[in-house]
């Protein structure tokens, strides 16, 4: 598995996106997320990826300013009552932990989290143990994690240990009771 093929796992990831519409109010672009329907400030997603829907289809830019996303070598303009979508960012330490982990368990863990109706972005907490111990030769331990998809929580722990060979293990408990585990081991 490559980069891009990471990349496209994470791209295709439910609620990776907070959705919602933009207007602008006393000069100041106002984001209102359709979920909650709270409101922020657009300028506070400068520089972030945002995606606009127009012409029926999602146009993914970066927002260089409130009111303006770059879409390639085209500068949009915003109006009032556009639907957007703004990409959500991963907690700190799962993102490391996914960067840490070799590919067949980044796959492994990723498709298996997405067959209970989960996504990555729905960890509400996790415990990178395994970035503690990035100067020892020998790596074992358990990292934890916590995912809320609003409907269910799910708690994995994966217990590592890398040494003459690598092991992977994934243990997904889900709220109802129901538990599942996978584990991958190379020699």
Request: hydrophobic share 35%; with cysteine.
């Amino acid at each position: 598995m490559n980069r891009q093929q990471r990349i496209h796992l994470y791209d295709i990831q439910k609620r990776a996106y907070t959705e919602g519409t933009v207007e602008q109010i006393n000069d100041q672009w106002i984001f209102f997320d359709e979920e909650t329907e709270e409101a922020s400030m657009l300028e506070d997603y400068l520089q972030q990826e945002i995606e606009i829907f127009r012409l029926n289809r999602w146009r993914k830019g970066i927002l260089l300013e409130p009111g303006k996303i770059r879409i390639g070598h085209d500068v949009v303009m915003l109006r009032d009552h556009d639907l957007v979508r703004i990409r959500k960012h991963l907690i700190y330490s799962l993102e490391r932990l996914l960067e840490g982990i070799n590919d067949d368990a980044f796959f492994q863990f990723v498709t298996t989290l997405n067959s209970l109706n989960f996504s990555i972005y729905d960890c509400i907490y996790c415990y990178n143990h395994l970035s503690f111990l990035s100067d020892e030769n020998r790596k074992d331990g358990v990292n934890f994690m916590v995912f809320d998809n609003q409907e269910q929580i799910c708690n994995v722990q994966h217990h590592f240990r890398y040494f003459e060979k690598v092991n992977d293990r994934f243990e997904f408990t889900i709220n109802t009771g129901k538990r599942l585990i996978i584990e991958k081991l190379i020699s």
